[in-house]
């Protein structure tokens, strides 16, 4: 019996999974959705959004960091949220989470945002995300308009810090920006925030 090794990226999210089902267990989910609301209207009147812009985001699963307060206070300050469904071939088109009945608006919905909201495993100083594997996001992103920022929500503790070893990175890897967790922004100097 042939034995495949595990691949840098396939063993790292596998240890990266087991921590954040222990960093999750010990979170207030309840709390970290409102933080994570405040969070993200804060960081959207730093990027000088309003009423009609265009905020990517998603809706979280369990372990995930909470996304329900955060759409509700983005729809109620008056932006316009699209949310990801996955297709087959694991791309992401997308619909408006005010609508959701609405037609699907396309792979290309991508390039209408102002601000991506992503999720994500964690982050590295460089801007390295790691996801889930199926590399969703690294197909989606490059139809985004030129300097839209890129911001990968998490939990406090999942950064993975200059002192650790960084997070495998390939050709195709879209960088982000910044990493937004109950606990505020952290800007990685990538890009101009604001």
Not at 130 to 138: E, F, N, R, S
Request: charged residues 25%; negative net charge.
């Amino acid at each position: 019996m042939h034995v495949v090794a595990p691949t840098p990226k396939s063993q790292r999210r596998r240890e990266l999974r087991a921590r954040r089902r222990e960093i999750a267990a010990g979170r207030d989910v309840a709390a970290d959705d409102t933080a994570l609301a405040r969070e993200a209207l804060a960081l959207v009147g730093r990027l000088g959004l309003g009423p009609g812009s265009v905020v990517l985001c998603y809706e979280s699963i369990a372990g995930e960091p909470p996304t329900a307060a955060v759409n509700a206070a983005l729809t109620g300050a008056g932006l316009r949220v699209l949310v990801p469904d996955t297709l087959a071939d694991l791309d992401l088109d997308w619909h408006d989470l005010a609508d959701p009945a609405a037609t699907r608006l396309g792979l290309d919905a991508v390039g209408l945002a102002d601000l991506v909201l992503s999720p994500g495993l964690a982050v590295d100083t460089t801007g390295t995300r790691l996801g889930q594997g199926g590399g969703c996001y690294d197909k989606a992103l490059p139809r985004r308009r030129p300097g839209v920022p890129v911001v990968t929500m998490l939990h406090p503790g999942e950064v993975v810090g200059a002192d650790e070893e960084p997070l495998p990175r390939e050709a195709f890897d879209q960088p982000v920006d910044a990493v937004l967790t109950a606990d505020g922004l952290t800007d990685l100097g990538l890009s101009d925030l604001g």
